[in-house]
């Protein structure tokens, strides 16, 4: 072997072991002095992205190298509508960066629209705000020409608003239709007239005594006069006109002449004797009666 084919064999073996001893010294340094720098270049702890709104939790998300993603929204009763109430991965988990990162959105608190209750009865009313988990307050009347009287017509609030849970809801009741017929309040106290009108939604107007009607004893003094008249179309609230006159006893109704016997019939009055230009009219004779013991008629009362 010549030298030159050994001055070339040993700058080939100096040159491995140069570079095997670099490549050796560069792993020892990152594995041993530099730990986290092959780790933040290819991955990163995701952050904590709970509560915040959703663009700021997109803003966040960028910064760590992460694209946000929506999955969807759920009803949240202690987060406000459009903050973040839940990501995957969760906060400080290791993910690469270029990653996606998912979060759950609030809707809000649990929100509930109010039903159309109009016809129904008020237990059935009540019964369905109860199963969505709201509560019914005692009803209210108003009139109605189209629902029938004690029928649902409506609710407080009204339908198709939403509400949160355990929120009262007053239903509005039919009263009936806006008109009714007039009731009869004559012979009644101005007291129980008061009642009666009360009870069919009316009020009492102008009263007017009758002139002459007993003040001194409140028992004899009734409704003699309404306006409207009984049975007329009156609208509910209306105020009526009554007029007070004095109670009349069925004994003077019955009998308004007491020297008169109920049996007495007026004796039709017989023509007088002897009258200018009337003749006297002639009585035909009674045929006798032999059960009665009225004796035949003899030769003497025969006219022929």
């Given at each position: 072997m010549t030298s030159r084919g050994v001055t070339w064999q040993v700058v080939l073996a100096l040159a491995l072991a140069t570079l095997g001893a670099g490549g050796i010294g560069y792993l020892a340094v990152q594995l041993f002095y530099l730990p986290e720098t092959l780790a933040d270049q290819r991955v990163a702890r995701v952050?904590?992205?709970?509560?915040?709104?959703?663009?700021d939790g997109r803003s966040q998300a960028e910064a760590s190298g992460y694209e946000l993603v929506e999955s969807g929204r759920l009803?949240?009763?202690?987060?406000?509508?459009?903050r973040i109430v839940y990501q995957i991965p969760p906060p400080d988990f290791y993910l690469p960066r270029g990653d996606t990162v998912r979060v759950v959105v609030s809707r809000g608190p649990v929100r509930t629209a109010i039903p159309r209750l109009e016809g129904?009865?008020?237990?059935?009313?009540?019964?369905?705000?109860?199963g969505l988990g709201l509560s019914a307050?005692?009803?209210?009347?108003?009139?109605?020409?189209?629902h029938p009287?004690?029928?649902?017509?409506g609710s407080v609030p009204p339908v198709g608003s939403t509400v949160g849970p355990g929120t009262a809801v007053t239903l509005i009741l039919s009263g009936g239709g806006s008109f009714l017929p007039m009731p009869d309040v004559r012979g009644l106290s101005l007291a129980a007239a008061r009642d009666t009108l009360d009870v069919h939604t009316l009020t009492v107007g102008e009263v007017r005594t009758v002139r002459g009607a007993p003040t001194a004893n409140e028992g004899r003094v009734v409704v003699s006069a309404q306006n409207p008249q009984p049975g007329q179309r009156i609208r509910r609230g209306s105020a009526v006109r009554l007029e007070l006159g004095e109670r009349v006893s069925r004994a003077r109704e019955a009998a308004p002449d007491m020297g008169r016997t109920p049996d007495a019939r007026p004796t039709p009055a017989e023509p007088p004797t002897g009258a200018p230009g009337r003749a006297p009219v002639e009585q035909p004779a009674r045929p006798a009666d032999p059960e009665a013991g009225d004796p035949p008629p003899s030769d003497e009362d025969t006219p022929f």
């Open positions: 952050p904590d992205l709970s509560g915040r709104e959703l663009e009803a949240w009763e202690d987060v406000e509508e459009g129904l009865q008020p237990a059935l009313a009540a019964s369905i705000l109860h307050t005692p009803p209210r009347r108003e009139f109605s020409n189209l009287e004690g029928a649902v017509v």
